[in-house]
């Protein structure tokens, strides 16, 4: 599975919070960290999904490392709230339940609100936004272009690039705990990635624009959005 640099970069999973990347200082990745990121990703791919098993010796085989290495991953993913560890069963992705996923979304709500807001703060301040912009245009060629990964890819470089804006260490310390990679990984309403541009495009131009109070609303919006678009997809599938 390919890795890229903007896979280090992800509120909305996990890697884009300010947390060790799983790097070295020469810049070459754990043996761990490729397998920690590396299931990450696949969320965003589906190569892994929720309730999926994860067994050691396949996934030391699939990304070329110890066993070890693999059982410190699972206990970093677990840490994440990402993998369930269990004595009788082993490693499984974790799956949420509708009433888990909106209780997720409920925190998610006021996280993203605040990150805006502080973003926006910060572009106020003078805080270059080129990395914003830069994320922005990415994320628009990969709508355009109906390319899932690299929408997936610049969202996490959106998410970064807001982070550094922000500037806020309690933001980065926090934003990991939010169970967003789970989350879309598990509901994947058709209508979703549209939500999400649309979104993003409004957020963005709020916190560019240096008004906090508009891109705290605009942060809400955007996971109310999100909220509505999976209890949709959930109601059409239980009539």
Excluded at 76 to 82: D, I, Q, T
Excluded at 162 to 188: C, D, N, T
Excluded at 210 to 237: L, S, T, Y
């Amino acid at each position: 599975m390919a890795r890229t640099q903007t896979e280090q970069a992800d509120p909305e999973a996990t890697p884009d919070n300010g947390k060790d990347s799983g790097t070295h200082s020469s810049g070459v990745r754990s043996a761990s960290g490729s397998v920690f990121y590396g299931i990450m990703k696949g969320l965003d791919a589906q190569s892994f999904v929720p309730g999926q098993r994860l067994v050691e010796v396949d996934l030391a085989v699939q990304y070329g490392v110890s066993r070890n290495s693999v059982r410190e991953a699972l206990q970093r993913l677990a840490a994440e709230g990402v993998v369930e560890l269990s004595r009788n069963k082993g490693a499984a992705i974790r799956s949420l339940s509708l009433k888990q996923t909106l209780e997720v979304l409920d925190v998610a709500e006021r996280m993203t609100g605040l990150l805006a807001k502080s973003a926006a703060q910060g572009i106020a301040d003078g805080h270059p936004p080129a990395s914003i912009e830069q994320a922005l245009r990415e994320l628009t060629q990969a709508d355009k272009a109906h390319d899932t990964e690299a929408f997936a890819a610049a969202r996490r470089s959106l998410y970064r690039a807001l982070l550094e804006a922000s500037g806020s260490q309690e933001l980065r310390r926090l934003f990991p705990s939010i169970q967003m990679p789970i989350v879309y990984a598990q509901h994947r309403p058709a209508t979703l990635q549209k939500v999400r541009m649309r979104d993003y495009q409004a957020m963005s131009d709020a916190i560019l624009a240096g008004n906090a109070q508009a891109a705290d609303k605009a942060g809400i919006a955007h996971v109310q959005n999100v909220r509505a678009a999976i209890v949709r997809k959930h109601e059409e599938a239980s009539a």
